[in-house]
């Protein structure tokens, strides 16, 4: 009796021994491999978590194909979803953070028995079919030559496949992603690098109609300057 009276005191003026962390649900997308895998694992998932659990609050994935999360952003039924790069095509459409989750590095690939015939991107300028996954994003100077021609599919791997075959002349990869996918389909000396393409930033993009989405980039900002403080995330990146 004398237990039930405590806790009932206990509960009317607000004291708990117990924690409740807020919640956040994100899209995940599922097919850029190790950033972000099909089962909701992934570099960028580990560093979203790392990041909202220093600042109190739990994060749920939604794992879903990328474009179709981005759907949801836009219309407001997700706060938010990742790996978005944030590129001037974008920025008017999603709200962004200060702090990017990470930095990809790409580079175009090519079939080694059929290069390219030019040695930097800027010299792609004769209608070169270049393989791109829909709603990717690939930097400001790809995005801005229209003098390729961008073949779009549904994953890396397709691009892979059909590179294999002389379908298209190159495909650009981001780098943990070209040495995962390439080692795991016996491609290595078919798939080359033929040079470096851009460098992008990579966030969380959240809507700008679902309530609270600039107050959870900038609680994801917050997190993340914890966890480079505390190597929390140099441990995660250098993980994979």
């Not at 850029?32 to 909701?40: E, I, L, T």
């Not at 039924?77 to 930095?103: H, M, Q, R, W």
């Not at 270049?130 to 961008?150: A, E, L, P, Q, T």
């Amino acid at each position: 009796m004398i237990i039930r009276v405590f806790l009932l005191l206990a509960c009317v003026l607000g004291f708990s021994s117990v924690g409740f962390a807020e919640t956040i649900t994100l899209g995940a997308e599922n097919d850029w491999a190790p950033y972000a895998n099909p089962d909701g694992t992934g570099m960028a998932n580990e560093i979203v978590s790392a990041a909202y659990k220093a600042v109190d609050i739990d994060v749920v994935f939604k794992v879903g194909p990328y474009n179709r999360l981005l759907k949801e952003v836009r219309e407001g039924a997700i706060p938010g979803a990742f790996d978005v790069p944030k590129e001037s095509a974008n920025e008017k459409i999603y709200i962004f953070g200060k702090t990017p989750l990470f930095v990809a590095h790409s580079a175009y690939y090519q079939n080694a028995d059929n290069p390219l015939s030019v040695k930097r991107k800027e010299d792609l300028i004769n209608g070169e079919r270049i393989g791109v996954v829909f709603d990717y994003g690939y930097g400001d100077f790809f995005s801005k030559n229209d003098r390729v021609v961008k073949v779009p599919v549904r994953s890396d791997l397709l691009n892979l496949r059909k590179l294999a075959k002389g379908r298209i002349d190159a495909t650009i990869l981001y780098d943990k992603t070209a040495k995962k996918i390439i080692a795991e389909n016996g491609m290595e000396g078919e798939i080359v690098k033929a040079f470096d393409s851009e460098s992008l930033p990579i966030y969380v993009a959240f809507s700008k109609t679902f309530p609270k989405s600039q107050y959870y980039a900038e609680k994801l900002d917050e997190g993340l300057s914890i966890i480079v403080a505390n190597g929390v995330y140099d441990r995660i990146v250098n993980a994979y």
